[in-house]
Structures are given as structure tokens and as C-alpha cells.
């Protein structure tokens, strides 16, 4: 199974930025297709960005496009979400997840962090 801890959350003023981190357990993270998922305040959870287990392709949701970046480092089981441009609808909890198998692009998100509260200030 996959452990996940996010961090980097905080308050930022409009136009600001921020990167989230998302440690990994386990010797198998490289293997696992990764994803960060936020929930704004009275909305239903929504997909933000994704990376498939290879590393080499990237998937975002069309209102972060040009100012988020997903990335990974294997060498230190961790996932970024590099976020720049903030605005107020930015304004969400944010989890990681991994999916339910490794070596896998189609299999549900199985395994999630415990979230990180981003709030961005108008």
C-alpha cells in the first residue's frame, strides 16, 4: 500500500504562489500513476492534475492549465504541485493520490493523503 502526507498549504494573497509536496511510502512510488485532487468550500472534489505512472505525461484541468505544474521525484518519493497565479477559486483542500495499482494509467485512485488547506485571499 501507499502512505501519503502532504504539506506546503498556507494562506496567499491573489497572484501569489505556492508548492504543494506530497511525501510517498513504500520502495514502489516510482511505479504508482499520481494525481492532485482538490474541494472547495460547499463543491464536490475535483481532479487538478495528474501524471501517469511512467512520469512522462501530464494531465490538467482546463482552469489551472498555464499556471499549475505536476511533478515527481522518485529520488525522494515526493510529488509537487507547483501553483502560481492564484485566485480565490483556487481556494480548496487539496489531496494527493496514487493509484489503487502500480505500473497502471486506468485504475481508479485508490490511496489518498490527509489533505493540505490552501486558502487564497481577494
Known amino acids: 500500500q501507499v502512505h501519503l502526507v502532504e504539506s506546503g498549504g498556507g494562506l496567499v494573497q491573489v497572484g501569489g504562489s505556492l508548492r504543494l509536496s506530497c511525501a510517498a511510502s513504500?520502495?514502489?512510488?516510482?511505479?504508482?500513476?499520481m494525481g492532485w485532487f482538490r474541494q472547495a468550500p460547499g463543491k464536490e472534489r475535483e481532479f487538478v492534475a495528474g501524471?501517469?505512472?511512467?512520469?512522462?505525461?501530464?494531465y490538467y484541468t482546463d482552469s489551472v492549465k498555464g499556471r499549475f505544474t505536476i511533478s515527481r521525484d522518485n529520488a525522494i518519493n515526493t510529488l509537487f504541485l507547483q501553483m502560481d497565479s492564484l485566485k480565490p477559486e483556487d481556494t480548496a483542500v487539496y489531496y494527493c493520490?496514487?493509484?489503487?495499482?502500480?505500473?497502471?494509467?486506468?485504475?481508479?485512485?485508490?490511496?489518498w493523503g490527509q489533505g493540505t488547506q490552501v486558502t487564497v485571499s481577494s
Open positions: 501524471t501517469n505512472w511512467i512520469g512522462i505525461r501530464y
Open positions: 513504500g520502495r514502489t512510488f516510482s511505479n504508482y500513476g
Open positions: 493520490a496514487a493509484r489503487g495499482a502500480p505500473y497502471s494509467d486506468t485504475t481508479t485512485y485508490a490511496y
